[in-house]
């Protein structure tokens, strides 16, 4: 895993497989979000199948939509895999479950949260199923902010718009701020 740097996000765009992260609450085994969602990263390039090519900066963000539940750890990964897409989420909620997620409703606070937000340019999207690029993505702070630390010139494949077009349409009520410890 390394961090991003700037000469980073000249890579080429359209070959993006990203990964959202999150977590609220910490764990009894990892402690705070920050960690946790760095062991759950360490865990998924443990077998092989995928690299871990670039990691965003963490940023701190609100709930949405607003609650009093505790501020988010948030963050987006870069990853090389020959999974396909299905495989590729499957393996993500197998390791939500590993570091203690329980699915119960929607906006809950939780443990850790990866969601596949864009694989390449390919479009999926089951009835109650897989949807990629990730329905909510272009709506959200917390997905487009830190998308930019790792590909600064990627573009919805559906919408068509650039990450910074995404960005500067978000709704000014989203609270998100670029964590300085961690």
């Known amino acids: 895993m390394r961090n991003s740097s700037p000469s980073d996000t000249s890579m080429i765009a359209d070959d993006a497989i990203l ?18 969602l760095k062991a759950a990263l360490r865990r998924l390039a443990e077998n092989g199948d995928i690299s871990i090519n670039q990691v965003s900066s963490f940023y701190e ?5 607003i609650s009093d539940q505790p501020w988010y750890v948030n963050g987006v990964a870069r990853i090389s895999t020959e999974l396909s897409a299905h495989d590729l989420l499957e393996r993500l909620h197998e390791v939500e479950a590993e570091f203690g997620r329980v699915r119960r409703e929607r906006n809950a606070a939780r443990v850790i949260d990866l969601d596949l937000i864009a694989y390449g340019r390919e479009l999926v999207r089951e009835e109650g199923g897989i949807q990629v690029p990730h329905p909510r993505m272009a709506e959200r702070a917390f997905v487009l ?10 573009v919805h494949p559906v919408l068509s ?6 960005i500067s ?14």
């Open 19 to 36: 990964i959202a992260f999150g977590a609220n609450l910490p764990t009894e085994e990892y402690g705070a979000p920050a960690q946790t």
């Open 169 to 182: 349409d978000l709704p000014a009520d989203q609270q998100i701020r670029k964590q300085t410890n961690g």
């Open 161 to 166: 718009r650039t990450v910074d077009d995404l």
């Open 61 to 65: 963000t609100a709930p949405v939509p």
């Open 145 to 154: 902010l830190p998308l930019r630390d790792v590909v600064a010139d990627w």
